[in-house]
């Protein structure tokens, strides 16, 4: 059962443009939504974060944005650079005690020059 | 910068063989996090500990997992009996509060044969 679904396993952009990364869930008990990028042979590193009681978190060139309506989130990079060419994974948290995350499959995000 | 760190980078090891893999999390975060991600696939959640105790566990933690902090630094992961299915990269997570980013070591690539 796929609690965090990422239906993009990977997502060409040009260098400078927006890069748009889309997360579905399923379980409306998660109350807290991480993106993390990760590269070959390296652990996940922590990007943004959202709590459900926003709908947009900004960072820099990283912001993302939650519609709890919908059960989706998505992660926008302005503009790309070739070292956002990365794996990206969403996760969720139903936060209350020591709760692990669930990650989605991630997405390959691949930024051309 | 304070960091998690993971020990062995990769392990060899024969089916049926035990394992122990280590990790320094970062000193004074208070929730520990095993994970892991087989290849091509997601980052899957193994266990969560607090307090000395495990607070979560996934069904694939089963019998054949532990997990310990024999001292103030040290969190391992011990593989009883390896099965050809274990293999996988695990890593090692921790953060401060219950809830927030968790901050991954760069994993352990185990290997069973």
């Known amino acids: 059962d796929q609690q965090v679904k990422q239906n993009s396993p990977s997502l060409s952009v040009q260098e400078g443009r927006i890069s748009i990364l889309n997360c579905d869930y399923t379980?409306?008990?998660?109350?807290?939504f991480l993106w993390y990028k990760k590269y070959p042979a390296e652990g996940p590193t922590f990007l943004i974060s959202?709590?459900?009681?926003?709908d947009k978190n900004e960072d820099g060139r990283f912001t993302v944005f939650l519609n709890k309506s919908a059960k989706h989130l998505s992660l926008h990079i302005v503009p790309s650079q070739p070292g956002d060419s990365a794996v990206y994974f969403c996760?969720?948290?139903?936060?209350?005690?020591?709760?692990?995350?669930?990650f989605g499959k991630g997405t390959h995000l691949i930024i051309q020059p | 910068e304070p960091e998690v760190t993971q020990t062995p980078s990769h392990q060899v090891t024969q089916m049926g063989q035990e394992v122990i893999l280590r990790c320094v999390p970062i000193s004074n975060h208070l929730y520990f996090y095993w994970y892991r991600q087989i290849l091509g696939q997601k980052v899957e959640f193994l266990v969560s500990f607090y307090n000395n105790e495990i607070s979560e566990k996934s069904e694939i933690f089963d019998d054949q997992f532990s997990v310990e902090r024999p001292d103030g630094s040290n969190f391992t992961l011990k593989i009883r009996s390896t099965k050809l299915e274990d293999s996988a990269m695990y890593f090692c997570?921790?953060?401060?509060?219950?809830?927030?980013?968790?901050?991954f070591g760069e994993g352990s690539r185990l290997t069973v044969l």
């Open positions: 379980n409306s008990m998660f109350d807290y």
């Open positions: 959202i709590s459900s009681i926003k």
């Open positions: 996760a969720a948290s139903a936060g209350g005690g020591a709760d692990g995350l669930t």
């Open positions: 997570a921790s953060r401060r509060w219950v809830t927030g980013e968790l901050f």
